[in-house]
Nanobody, 121 residues
Framework: QVQLVESGGGLVQPGGSLRLSCVASGSIFSINAMRWSRQAPGKEREWVASITSGGSVNYADSVKGRFTISRDDSPKNAVYLQMDNLKPEDTAVYYC??????????????WGQGTQVTVSS
């Protein structure tokens, strides 16, 4: 069984920074793309950033220039989201997501349980 566990959320003032971490564990053959998404109260979940196995990154326009996604492959199997110059509108539950091969021929998308980020003075 594969699990994704996020950490690093919390309360921060506007203009502050947080670094989210997400670690994948279990029976993992390899990991393809890894992503961060978020869901604010009363809104749909939205994609924030993604990183391929080759290291190519993409960001939503709303976070471009403020957030940085990175990853550590095996054995850590982790993805990170460095969030700088945070704004109140960044307040949300942040989820990591990864496309994981559990065998050479079987890949599945897994989600973490989420970590709360609150930006408020």
């Amino acid at each position: 069984q594969v699990q994704l566990v996020e950490s690093g959320g919390g309360l921060v003032q506007p203009g502050g920074s947080l670094r989210l971490s997400c670690v994948a564990s279990g029976s993992i053959f390899s990991i393809n793309a890894m992503r961060w998404s978020r869901q604010a109260p009363g809104k749909e979940r939205e994609w924030v950033a993604s990183i391929t196995s080759g290291g190519s990154v993409n960001y939503a326009d709303s976070v471009k220039g403020r957030f940085t996604i990175s990853r550590d492959d095996s054995p850590k199997n982790a993805v990170y989201l460095q969030m700088d110059n945070l704004k109140p509108e960044d307040t949300a539950v942040y989820y990591c997501n990864a496309d994981i091969k559990v065998t050479m021929f079987f890949m599945k998308s897994y989600w973490g349980q989420g970590t709360q980020v609150t930006v408020s003075s």
